[in-house]
């Protein structure tokens, strides 16, 4: 028989939208307030997982086609390399960066090296904890 | 503040390890689970408890607490989280190919 | 300021998530991760010549101050041990593409593999107690796939009991850390050493040094090894391999880090306890691979009996014990990688490791037989063979500093090494061939080249032992002057 998650299902075609919003505001939040690549990435992968529950699995998998074990790898990619773009000016590894720059929408905005590494970051955790979610809930 | 949870750190590690000397696995689990959680308590003690502000040095704010164990501790968590996810795959895996969860049955045996 | 330092732990990192992202290539998998090894070893060999000319090297991530960023710090010893790591872990690699497995190959072996370098190298290299503690688990999180690769039944009742000990000794760490941090305030190695120093190491600083002991020896496994035997008999040869020459020496790596670095100021209540652990060591390895007939039962305890003797020369805290400590490590990283290699190579070959069903492999195998032999000698320490120079340095360092029982034992335990390994080679290589070429269970074909490459290593530690003393003696200075490493972090 199959479950009526009708409820489940509409609520989260909208709460998965908010959530989505929702971690976009903490990741962009993390350079001078709480918030950043950690808990933003975290936050995604809520969201994904409630998509996991609400709908099939394999649904799902047909819709969102990422393998999360790469965009893990890619993630630790993007931030180890972020970390040797300090090697290449002849700093110290991990040496960040910071500047102000005029945007054309947003103003004058502060673009950090960091915000780099964090994106390495957010999709390292967005992978790992949807990785594991689903190689706990997988039963063969 | 630091005597209630050094207390509540007993607590845990003393669950912990009664979990951890049961025979069933996912016990186990969540003994090792407890003892980690408990081991974090005792990071974010070991910077001292202060009331004040969030560890970010701002202007004209004193009293701020240490940010290190709780950096500390992040990580830790991470970690632990990692592990456990882990270990709950792995014994589950085991349990399917083992046939049974109960440690003294897993213990094998010298001529195999 | 040296980011060459940071080099051995990034490369395997970033090919190792290349690797994931092309995972079904097995080429590009074999061949980027041998660069990796290559590359990185390359690296500490250049390192290796720049701690000889311009003394220790360090590296502030980041761009911030010693006691407060995280230091990469790259003295003697630690260059030596990754150098050693990435040559032994080129050779079991070359092992493993033959010998692997192309199912497993394709479940993330060389991912694995890479992380599994990255943090042992990254254990080596690091200055900062914390992220020794994120090394460790990187590496153990890493061994933990590693030893269920393949998903076998008895490989997964085994990790299950590897897994357990070392979460509960990875909570020791942390309590360690934790309570060391809050009397000192700092968990910088250097800047630790100098506060312990200033501070003076009392009752409460000796404990935590113990609670430590207990963490390391638990990894290296000095006295609490009895999970070793079980968990290093289950996985696939190249990879019992690579735990065997490389993890229990991380933990010796931390002891003598921590002893020689932070808490020397004891040294009759520590160091003694050390020595006794060690003698007991050596004396229950003796007996585990005197007692049983099965190959990687022997091999493993033989794995402990080195533990044992290897941390008998930090006890002296003389020249000639760390002297001896250092040759002997770099040895027996090499040797066991080698006779582990053999031991499942001969396990491949008759199908089977208990040694009472084998015999006379020598008539069709005599490389592997005469190989093994060298092997032997050299564990034992006959000159000119590698082991040779650290048994000598290790007794002379125990005898001046009248620790008598403990270089006794340690003498005694060489024999028991002896008999072991010999009963092992009489009853597996000597005697009357039972095996014709058709009942053999596997092909040995490319297995030699890798074992052959780690003899030549063996024999060149030992024959150009002349050319490497310069090294090892300023690993053994900069041991023993704990104010070299403060002085180049902290500046």
């Known amino acids: 028989m199959k479950p009526n998650d009708v409820i489940l299902q509409s609520v989260t075609k909208v709460a998965v939208v908010i959530i989505f919003t929702f971690s976009i505001y903490l990741f962009m939040n993390g350079h001078h307030n709480p918030g950043g690549g950690f808990i933003g990435g975290l936050s995604t992968a809520a969201a994904v997982v409630l998509l996991y529950l609400a709908f099939d699995i394999e649904k799902v998998r047909e819709n969102i086609r990422i393998d999360f074990k790469k965009l893990a790898a890619l993630g630790v990619l993007i931030a180890v390399c972020t970390g040797l773009g300090g090697v290449l000016f002849g700093e110290e590894f991990l040496t960040q960066a910071f500047g102000y720059k005029e945007l054309p929408i947003f103003g004058k905005t502060e673009l950090t090296s960091a915000l780099i590494f964090d994106t390495g970051v957010a999709l390292a955790v967005i992978g790992t904890a949807v990785n594991i979610i689903l190689s706990i809930s997988e039963d063969r | 503040m630091e005597i209630v949870i050094a207390i509540v750190i007993g607590i845990l590690v003393t669950i912990g390890t009664y979990l951890l000397l049961s025979r069933q696995l996912l016990r186990i689990v969540f003994g090792s689970s407890l003892i980690s959680h408990a081991v974090n308590l005792l990071i974010i003690t070991s910077g001292g408890l202060k009331k004040g502000n969030a560890p970010l040095l701002g202007e004209g704010k004193i009293g701020f607490t240490d940010a290190l164990p709780q950096a500390l501790i992040l990580t830790a968590i991470v970690i632990n989280f990692a592990v456990t996810a882990f270990v709950l795959v792995l014994s589950y895996r085991s349990f399917k190919a083992n046939g049974t969860d109960d440690m003294e049955k897993l213990r094998g045996n010298e001529h195999e | 300021m040296n980011n060459l330092l940071i080099m051995p732990v990034i490369i395997p990192l970033i090919v190792g998530m290349v690797l994931i992202i092309f995972h079904k290539n097995i080429v590009l998998q074999r061949a980027l991760s041998l660069f990796a ?166 009752g409460l600083i000796t404990t935590i040094a113990l609670l430590f002991l207990i963490v390391f020896s638990l990894k290296a496994g000095l006295l609490l090894f009895f999970w070793l035997p079980g968990s290093y008999s289950v996985p696939p040869t190249a990879i019992a391999a690579i735990f065997a020459a490389l993890l229990t020496k991380v933990g010796i790596y931390s002891i003598f880090r921590m002893f020689t670095l932070v808490f020397y100021h004891e040294p009759q209540i520590t160091h003694l306890m050390i020595g006794i652990l060690a003698a007991v060591t050596m004396l229950l ?25 290897i941390v008998a020369g930090l006890v002296t805290m003389t020249e000639a014990g760390i002297t001896g400590s250092i040759y002997y490590l770099i040895h027996d990283m090499i040797i066991k990688a080698l006779v582990f290699l053999i031991g499942g190579t001969i396990i491949l070959i008759t199908g089977t490791s208990d040694l009472r069903e084998m015999s006379g492999l020598i008539r069709r195998h005599p490389q592997l037989g005469w190989i093994f032999f060298i092997g032997t000698l050299s564990m034992v320490g006959i000159p000119p063979l590698s082991g040779f120079l650290g048994k000598v340095f290790i007794t002379q360092g125990t005898f001046e500093t009248g620790y008598y029982w403990l270089g006794g034992i340690g003498l005694l335990a060489s024999i028991f090494i002896l008999l072991s390994m010999i009963k092992l080679f009489m009853n597996a290589f000597w005697g009357e061939t039972i095996l014709s070429e058709d009942e053999e269970k596997g092909s040995i074909r490319g297995l030699l080249f890798p074992i052959a490459l780690l003899l030549v290593v063996s024999l060149a530690l030992g024959i150009g032992a002349e050319g490497i003393q310069a090294y090892i003696a300023q690993a053994t200075e900069q041991l023993l002057n704990p104010s070299l490493y403060i002085e180049a972090v902290l500046k």
Request: glycine fraction near 10%; charged fraction near 10%.
């Open chain 3, 285 to 309: 390895g003796a007996a585990g691979a005197t007692g049983y007939m099965d190959v990687r039962k022997i091999l493993t305890y033989n794995v402990v009996i080195s533990v044992g003797f």
């Open chain 3, 37 to 202: 090894l290559f590359l990185s070893g390359f690296i500490a060999f250049v390192m290796m010549n720049q701690v000889r000319e311009k003394g220790i090297q360090t590296l502030q991530l980041g761009g911030w101050e010693a006691p407060f960023g995280i230091s990469f710090v790259g003295d003697m010893f630690s260059v030596l041990l990754v150098l050693t790591t990435c040559i032994v872990s080129s050779c079991c690699l070359i092992f493993a593409f033959r010998s692997i497995g192309e199912k497993n190959e394709k479940l993330y072996f060389y991912p694995l593999f890479l992380f599994l370098i990255v943090g042992v190298n990254g254990s080596f290299l690091t200055g900062d107690l914390f992220n020794l503690y994120v090394f460790f688990e990187v590496f153990l999180l890493a061994s933990y796939v590693l030893i269920t690769l393949g998903g076998g039944k008895k490989q997964l009742r085994e990790s299950l009991k590897y897994v357990f000990i070392n979460i509960v000794s990875s909570a020791f760490f942390l309590i360690g850390v934790a309570y060391l941090y809050s009397i000192t305030g700092t968990l910088n190695l250097a800047h630790l050493s100098f506060r312990i120093a200033e501070a003076g190491q009392d």
